[in-house]
């Protein structure tokens, strides 16, 4: 059996709604229902409608396969491709190129996996999303929903879920391989350095990179680094992200300034397709809305 590791990534989102320039937020399984009725009704008698143009020369459009809604969940994936774009096929065993046989109107079809969980207590909706850079973004996602809201006062925000602690993941860190400590600038021609000149052309942050050696773990060292800046008793240093790994063996990414809550699951794949299996992708990640 094949397997593919995939990164997935937590967001919450809301939708609001303007009225005589006031606003006011939404209830989101409100919004949720509305949304799945009218795809529905678009799916039965005008499915052409479900796409959705993105941007040089994509477009997306919600499955119908796999997808489902068991409040409090909405799960499935979305489909996208581009298109007016066939370069030449070559044969890896002959390296002969051939024309590419697929219309200008046909791409190959990329899937983004997903889950919503309606949250009543907090009045959110928690997105866990398969995360690829040949898919599609939750902004994408969030357009598509209000486009079948048919409002056009409705509006959206979404916003990262955060790591709970940056030390307390850290300690959960079976190693850590490597950090990056990013300073300001000055750094450069400070008196300790005096490697060059500060220009205007160099970016407000530059990066020192803390590497392990071969088989070690430089943990301690990166919490000390992490109490200082957290602690701000070291204003030099602007955010860290740390590169390590679970007891799993799973590479794990957490990062003071964008430390946003991902995972990686293995996800089973089609063995003609390659694709990963959908309701297998799909199942383990309700698994793991269900213990937020």
């Known amino acids: 059996m094949s397997v593919s590791k995939r990164r ?8 609001y709604e303007t009225h005589n320039n006031q606003e006011s937020i939404k209830n989101q399984k409100d919004i949720i229902e509305t949304f799945w009725s009218n795809y529905n009704n678009v799916l039965n008698h005008n499915p052409l409608q479900l796409e959705m143009d993105i941007k040089n020369n994509k477009f997306c459009l919600l499955s119908n396969d796999e997808l489902e809604y068991d409040y409090p969940y909405l799960s499935g994936y979305f489909i996208s491709a581009k298109i007016n774009h066939k370069p030449p096929l070559i044969d890896k065993t002959t390296l002969k190129k051939r024309d590419n046989p697929k219309q200008d109107t046909e791409g190959e079809e990329e899937r983004t996996h997903f889950v919503m969980k ?28 209000r486009k079948f809201l048919y409002n056009p006062n409705i509006y959206y925000k979404y916003s990262i879920i955060a790591r709970d602690n940056f030390i307390d993941e850290l300690d959960n860190l079976y190693q850590v391989k490597a ?100 309701d297998d992708i799909l199942l383990k990640m309700k698994v793991l809305l269900e213990r937020m």
């Not at 997935?8 to 939708?15: G, P, R, T």
Request: hydrophobic residues 40%; negative net charge; proline residues 1%.
């Open 179 to 278: 950090c990056d400590v990013f300073v300001e600038k000055q750094i450069i021609g400070s008196e300790s350095l005096n490697f060059a000149d500060l220009s205007d052309n160099i970016q407000e942050e530059i990066s020192i990179n803390v590497k392990a050696k071969r088989k070690k773990s430089i943990k301690d060292t990166v919490k000390e680094i992490a109490d200082k800046f957290l602690s701000g008793n070291e204003s030099k240093i602007k955010r860290i992200k740390v590169f390590g790994i679970d007891e799993n063996k799973n590479p794990v990414v957490i990062n003071t300034n964008e430390a946003q809550l991902d995972t990686y699951i293995n996800a089973e794949l089609d063995e003609i397709t390659k694709i990963v299996k959908s």
């Open 8 to 15: 997935l990534k937590y967001y919450s989102l809301e939708f």
């Open 118 to 145: 309606i949250d009543e207590s907090t009045n959110e909706i928690i997105l866990l999303l398969e995360s690829r850079n040949v898919g599609i973004t939750v902004n994408v996602i969030l357009r598509y929903l």
